[in-house]
């Protein structure tokens, strides 16, 4: 069992930033993989980020240039921080857990725990 806890959310103007934090209990946090989603109401859950075993990062392109996702095994802690956001960027972002895949997954029927999610809202 992997817990998630997500943190750093909240209200910024275009083109701010913000640093989201998620952290994992329960299991050998450097053992899997994790990925940032995104979900803005009436749309799919999306595909912001991940990050494999050792470090190998994935972005989606809307964010590629702008956003960088890291973890502290250390901490069992990943991170994305978020530059130059944009209204589009508003949305509930989760964190996800993959136990699977040594390398993060851009489809979210990968992972296999999720956190609560957090609200970033960005306004023009």
């Known amino acids: 069992q992997v817990q998630l806890i997500e943190s750093g959310g909240g209200l910024v103007q275009a083109g701010g930033s913000l640093r989201l934090s998620c952290v994992a209990s329960?299991?050998?946090?450097?053992?899997?993989?994790m990925g940032w989603f995104r979900q803005a109401p009436g749309k799919e859950r999306e595909f912001v980020a991940a990050i494999g075993w050792f470090g190998v990062t994935s972005y989606a392109d809307s964010v590629k240039g702008r956003f960088t996702i890291s973890r502290d095994n250390a901490k069992n802690t990943v991170y994305v921080q978020m530059n130059s956001l944009k209204p589009e960027d508003t949305a509930v972002y989760y964190c996800?857990?993959?136990?699977?895949?040594?390398?993060?997954?851009?489809?979210?029927?990968?992972?296999?725990?999720w956190g609560q999610g957090t609200q970033v809202t960005v306004s023009s």
């Open positions: 996800a857990a993959d136990l699977d895949n040594a390398s993060g997954s851009r489809w979210p029927n990968a992972y296999d725990y």
């Open positions: 329960g299991r050998t946090f450097r053992s899997y993989a």
